[in-house]
């Protein structure tokens, strides 16, 4: 079993910058590939990032790309997402989750977090 713990959501301005945590508690965190992934009010879930067990693969949703980096510390059993160059679009729920590849579509995690708000103001 895997219990993804997100924290460091908040509210800032736009431009600024934040960075997500997410502690897994688990002894084989190491075996799991990670993904970030948001739901804003009235819409779907949407991927940001992923990361393979070892850090050494990474993928980005295109609307993000350039702006978000995506790491992993596994002696820590922790992942991050630092989000810089904030928009208020980004405003979202943000939601970590674990699985056994690296993957975009949500179907393919099996445990998920319960999320932190991130709201950026313009």
């Known amino acids: 079993q895997v219990q993804p713990v997100e924290s460091g959501g908040g509210l800032v301005q736009a431009g600024g910058s934040l960075r997500l945590s997410c502690a897994a508690s688990?002894?084989?965190?190491?075996?799991?590939?990670m993904g970030w992934f948001r739901q804003a009010p009235g819409k779907e879930r949407e991927f940001v990032a992923t990361?393979?067990?070892?850090?050494?693969?990474?993928g980005y949703a295109d609307s993000v790309k350039g702006r978000f980096t995506i790491s992993r510390d596994n002696a820590k059993n922790t992942v991050y997402l630092q989000m810089n160059s904030l928009k208020p679009e980004d405003t979202a729920v943000y939601y970590c989750a674990a699985g056994p590849r690296l993957a975009t579509w949500g179907s393919e995690y099996d445990y998920w977090g319960q999320g932190t708000q991130v709201t950026v103001s313009s």
């Open positions: 990361i393979n067990w070892s850090g050494g693969s990474t």
């Open positions: 688990t002894r084989t965190f190491a075996n799991y590939a």
